[in-house]
């Protein structure tokens, strides 16, 4: 006696789609977007005969915008070749924005939807790091936690490593994310999970547990799964309130506390915050890596970050101290189109001066989610080793 | 000293959007869709100059579409007085399908997305049920597991309730998805999170630990997450193999082991499962739940649930094992319109015949994700008890 569902069974159901039209499944979907040309282009395209004009988008076009063609009822655009990369598009509908029907791959930025898809051409390249393969997975968990400081319950994301509960202890990355952006922005568009899990199947990174936490002092979490509507201020500053999260992690997870175990990174606004938290612990964080980072010390909104290095003293043995306790590595990262390269260049201006020791990488690109896995990616192997 | 990201700050960088666009944050929405009015109904709004027609599809629209009207650039629809409830919709510009632009709520059904809102009026109603509030929250996990029955590391789903760290352990609900369907239905189509946080703040249901598996044997994970696209046949059923999710969850997670503190439950084909998964371990789960089930025998594809119910010695054999062992409560819901209520009928029938203890709950409505929740919020409430 055999008890499956029969695959008979399912066709049945499905048949029945047309007539019943009760649920998605039953629905027929767009189909055959995005193709994947034999000569490295791709070709979007969208079903869509009473429209009178259809452009895509993204990052994957020519100059970001291009008119599609007509061709009986679907409108199409073909790429140039593409490298190995996560890309991103979507399309306007006579002045509407569409996603792609025909892709369930979307991303979340903000407010703003994407379609995507990831060319990859061999192991290990970069568009194979955003992929999903059969390798050994870590899990995502999103976990609340009270956070006496700010007095609320707030939301992060944790990644650990596959093998997690074998009993050991791990070392822990503290990830944090830009302006607008909230706990499922490096889970969703950083490919945390992805990157992470590709990165120690290959073996280049060490196994360790990934901490996402949202960053945004008056929130308690993603407005998708917010319960608060905060009214007051918080009575503390993110960066200073970052122990909660800390001891947290520590409380709740089998992670290696000491400074050689720890590392935070930021991206934009989590740039800042990395800087900040980073110099109010000296010693803690053993890796420190500023993405696209803004860089300014919180304490005089008008004075340029130039002069704040110039003339705060606190601010100047704040980052002195963090130097003295000799990270082994403290990474800057920015595009050449960032509008934060001239901040990034003033503070580098201002560690070569005083000798400070520091890598710095510069990218093509401006402040976008492309550079930040692409950081990430680099930043993670250099970890714990 | 004080160290905090200035609003200023914020509002300097959201100032310069226009001019470099550089990433989502930067990127003025559509705005004010939903619009709930005062007198109980909701104006879906999109605007669209050029587009020569819009309609909206949806549940909350009349006869499921609607032409939308258009004022100057913007293109509206009111809905009628709204029940409680959770809604969802998107618009269909001139052909082509596009969800709400001004709201980030939106759910992927299997292929398909839809924009959502909630309507609630007060504590406890079915909206507020969905809903994200103020209370203590459950934790959400996505969690890789090895199957040695079915040969692949495969993920499920787990929610934990808020306090689940104090040390005590749990009771532990399965639940099953749709054909179809993956890992990730009930966390989110399924408001999970929301449900199990609400009734359990709200003190109608007992804290307990919910595991949400993928019900497709040849798949590891929904697609989103996938690694392996699976070209043999598993060697056993979902069903069978079901000891594994069991296994796992025991193993992991602080759980209460006996029949009295397990449940299992599923939808459409989850309703299969739970239906042969409680059928292959009588006595096991003291709690079954069939949502909108496909019940049949899988022994036979040919024959009629009827005809099976009638001829198939072992069938017999299995249920009357499975209320030999008198469970607390074997529930089935259907709604009215659903395909698969003769399927439920012939089966209740057989079920009054032999004298088998079950209750029945019928709702409006078809094979819809509506129902489903419906039946979660009214199930949960009675487990454990």
Not at 109 to 124: A, L, P
Not at 190 to 197: H, P
Request: charged share 25%; net charge neutral.
């Amino acid at each position: 006696m055999r008890h499956k569902l029969s695959i008979t069974m399912l066709a049945l159901w499905l048949a029945c789609s047309g007539a019943m039209a009760q649920e998605a499944i039953f629905e027929r979907r767009d189909q055959g977007s995005p193709r994947f040309n034999a000569d490295g282009t791709v070709t979007l395209s969208l079903r869509a005969p009473e429209a009178q004009k259809v452009y895509v988008v993204g990052d994957c076009v020519e100059g970001q915008r291009a008119e599609m063609k007509k061709d009986g009822d679907r409108w199409s655009y073909t790429t140039g070749q593409l490298a190995p990369e996560l890309y991103n598009y979507r399309f306007v509908v006579d002045g509407v924005e569409a996603l792609d029907p025909s892709n369930i791959e979307r991303s979340r930025d903000v407010r703003s939807f994407m379609s995507t898809f990831i060319v990859t051409k061999e192991v290990g390249d970069q568009g194979y790091l955003y992929g999903n393969h059969d390798v050994a997975h870590g899990n995502m968990a999103q976990v609340w936690y009270d956070s006496p400081q700010l007095g609320i319950q707030r939301r992060m994301s944790i990644y650990t490593p596959a093998g997690y509960d074998k009993g050991k202890n791990y070392p822990v990355l503290y990830l944090l994310h830009g302006a607008g952006g909230d706990e499922e922005a490096w889970p969703t568009l950083g490919r945390v999970q992805q990157i992470m899990d590709n990165l120690i199947a290959l073996g280049k990174a060490e196994p360790m547990i990934v901490v996402m936490p949202n960053g945004n002092a008056s929130d308690d979490a993603s407005p998708l799964l917010s319960g608060l509507a905060r009214k007051d201020r918080p009575k503390t500053s993110y960066e200073k309130s970052f122990d909660d999260i800390m001891k947290y992690v520590e409380n709740h997870y089998k992670v290696k506390k000491d400074a050689a175990s720890t590392a935070v990174c930021g991206l934009s606004m989590g740039g800042y915050h990395t800087f900040m938290i980073s110099n109010l612990r000296p010693g803690r964080f053993n890796y420190i890596g500023l993405f696209s980072a803004a860089i300014r010390m919180g304490n005089d909104n008008r004075a340029s970050l130039r002069e704040q290095l110039a003339n705060d003293p606190e601010a100047n043995k704040m980052i002195s101290s963090v130097f003295a306790a000799k990270p082994s590595l403290y990474w800057i990262a920015i595009g050449r189109e960032d509008f934060l390269k001239d901040q990034n260049d003033t503070y580098r201006a201002y560690l070569d001066q005083k000798g400070y020791k520091y890598e710095y990488f510069e990218s093509a690109g401006g402040h976008i989610w492309r550079n930040w896995r692409i950081y990430l990616s680099m930043f993670a192997p250099r970890l714990f080793k």
